[in-house]
């Protein structure tokens, strides 16, 4: 039946998301989601808005929201746009502002859901190669281009760059739009936010999937400058009114508006990723420095992908990608204490036995 499919949608290579598998007893470290649940405000939030009228549509401008996040980052509401989880953000930052007639640049080793959106859109792009270390050289990027786009932490790699580093790019490209991909910064990164008063061409771009443990709701935003703003609302008000519906918008203020939980988890995320580190590395594993809910390592005698099937055969489920320069790595998201043990005591395992 695809002779109705319009002439792009042939030319499509769609997003593969980590699986949800339905498994019991399953240690899930694939996807980055938070090992610890929502803070008491955000479930009470939602409690509360089913209360609500939902008969009616949602704000489609999301002001109490807006106003929660610009309160939080010292910004006004008309530096702040919302949506459906940050993919769907993304997708708009694309449209609106990365496709011009200069390639947009990205690192070869990445979030993988930027070719896609390349390909959606039309945006024409090139990639610029992490060094040895896996790391971004702002310098690798002074060449001609369109716009900039990466993730700070950069994932799959959890590699930070430092505030001075993400300056020095901006000023490098007074012209161009950069745009920071914050979906890890709360796990050890400093966020650029605190540069948007300063740099009409930077835009943050955040979620609430990873740190405020609301991935199951779908909220993400961005923040900038309000002309980077306007194309946003430009672009979502041709698209959809209600990208946030009552519910996700209650569990978004209720989370922000729970500071002390938001630090306690992240800070546990944090130490159980330092202890993993150091358990892998005396393993013999090469862990990559992380600043993100998760680690991303290589060990020289034992394959990737088996190491993936093998620990999938203990029902622990790891993300391994088969793809340039990253196909000896596994990725692997922090879990609770439990969960770390028992992934410990497996790779343990099976180090002593393959490796
Ligand atoms: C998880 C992730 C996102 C998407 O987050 P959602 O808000 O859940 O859509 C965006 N960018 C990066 C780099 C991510 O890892």
Redesign the pocket.
């Known amino acids: 039946m695809s002779q109705f499919w319009s002439k792009i949608v042939h030319e499509l290579t769609p997003y593969v998301p980590g699986e949800q598998p339905k498994m019991a007893n399953l240690v899930k470290l694939n996807t980055?989601e938070n090992p610890y649940p929502p803070s008491p405000k955000a479930l009470e939030a939602i409690r509360q808005a089913t209360n609500n009228l939902l008969t009616l549509y949602p704000d489609p401008n999301a002001d109490a929201l807006k106003s929660t996040l610009a309160k939080h980052f010292n910004l006004t509401s008309h530096n702040v746009f919302v949506g459906n989880?940050?993919?769907?953000v993304?997708a708009h930052v694309f449209q609106a502002l990365l496709k011009h007639d200069k390639p947009l640049l990205f690192p070869d080793i990445t979030?993988s859901?930027y070719p896609v959106y390349c390909g959606l859109y039309q945006v024409d792009y090139r990639t610029v190669a992490l060094n040895e270390a896996f790391a971004i050289d702002v310098d690798d990027y002074n060449q001609e281009c369109g716009a900039i786009i990466f993730?700070n932490p950069n994932?799959p790699t959890g590699r930070v760059l430092e505030l001075e580093a993400i300056k020095r790019l901006l000023k490098n490209h007074p012209n161009q739009v950069v745009v920071v991909?914050e979906?890890?910064i709360d796990f050890g990164g400093q966020s650029a936010a605190v540069l948007i008063d300063q740099y009409p061409n930077l835009l943050v771009?955040q979620?609430?999937?990873?740190s405020r443990s609301l991935?199951g709701m779908?909220?993400?935003f961005a923040l900038g400058h309000a002309t980077l703003i306007e194309a946003l609302e430009r672009v979502k008000n041709s698209f959809n009114s209600y990208p946030l519906d009552k519910l996700a918008m209650a569990a978004a203020i209720g989370a922000f508006e729970d500071q002390p939980y938001f630090e306690t988890t992240c800070q546990k995320i944090i130490d159980t990723r330092e202890q993993l580190t150091q358990f892998m590395q005396d393993l013999g594993f090469n862990v990559i420095p992380s600043a993100a809910n998760f680690v991303f390592a290589t060990h020289p005698k034992v394959d990737a992908a088996t190491l993936t099937q093998q620990l999938r055969d203990e029902s622990i489920i790891v993300r391994y990608f088969k793809l340039p320069r990253i196909d000896q790595y596994v990725r692997i998201t922090i879990g609770t204490d439990a969960e770390n043990a028992r992934l410990c005591e497996v790779l343990a395992k099976l180090v002593v036995t393959t490796g």
Do not use: C, H, Q
């Open positions: 980055n989880g940050s993919d769907e993304l979030y859901f993730p994932a991909d979906a890890y771009v979620t609430l999937s990873k991935a779908r909220v993400g």
